[in-house]
T-cell receptor, first 109, second 114 residues
Framework: GQNIDQPTEMTATEGAIVQINCTYQ??????LFWYQQHAGEAPTFLSY????GLEEKGRFSSFLSRSKGYSYLLLKELQMKDSASYLC??????????FGAGTTVTVRA | IAGITQAPTSQILAAGRRMTLRCTQD?????MYWYRQDLGLGLRLIHY???????GKGEVPDGYSVSRANTDDFPLTLASAVPSQTSVYFC?????????????FGPGTRLTVL
């Protein structure tokens, strides 16, 4: 199985940077995903990492270290619309996703 | 553009009743999934299907069944609902189950079992 840990809540100011950490312990690893979920809505895909290093997509970046079982999602130039839950998910060798409980990010003016 | 649709949007159900949650995708994706989302627990996989005609059990399959008669539809059935099945249910699909293929989620069904 998978054990995936991420902080429950984070608060940041508009225009700032926030880093959401995710640590995992797995019996197999076949990629790590980050999803965004606004309240009352479905999760939407943000990023995918399978090799070590940084993946950048506009204001969002995701980093992976497989040896440390660690990933982070970096949100830059925060906007009010970035207030949401961010879900870290690990895919195992059977290609099934296991999700962390999610990190609720609140952006303040 | 439809993507994935789920029905009903919400439902209140008496314990012991049978209920089928519907999920349809029009992206010709091979893989489909059912998750439940509970506060503090995140999304948990109930059942999945890597291709039409095959299904598999996820992390929390007890009390649920699925079928995959064709590519587009993946219904989830609660044979005899219990209050612990009160949750938000999300259906998802992906082109395949591997590679960089991401899962796309439907809008969810909010189910309350009394």
């Amino acid at each position: 199985g998978q054990n995936i840990d991420q902080p429950t809540e984070m608060t940041a100011t508009e225009g700032a940077i926030v880093q959401i950490n995710c640590t995992y312990q797995t019996s197999g690893f076949n990629g790590l995903f980050w999803y965004q979920q606004h309240a009352g809505e479905a999760p939407t895909f943000l990023s995918y990492n399978v090799l070590d290093g940084l993946e950048e997509k506009g204001r969002f970046s995701s980093f992976l270290s497989r040896s440390k079982g660690y990933s982070y999602l970096l949100l830059k130039e925060l906007q009010m619309k970035d207030s949401a839950s961010y879900l870290c998910a690990v895919r195992d060798n059977d290609y099934k996703l296991s999700f962390g409980a999610g990190t609720t990010v609140t952006v303040r003016a | 553009i439809a993507g994935i649709t789920q029905a009903p949007t919400s439902q209140i159900l008496a314990a012991g009743r049978r209920m089928t949650l519907r999920c349809t995708q029009d992206m010709r994706h091979n893989a489909m999934y059912w998750y439940r989302q509970d506060l503090g627990l995140g999304l948990r996989l109930i059942h999945y299907s890597n291709t039409a005609g095959t299904t598999g059990k996820g992390e929390v399959p007890d009390g649920y069944s699925v079928s995959r008669a064709n590519t587009d539809d993946f219904p989830l059935t609660l044979a005899s609902a219990v209050p612990s099945q009160t949750s938000v249910y999300f259906c998802a699909s992906s082109a395949t189950s591997g590679g960089a293929d991401t899962q796309y989620f439907g809008p969810g069904t909010r189910l309350t079992v009394l």
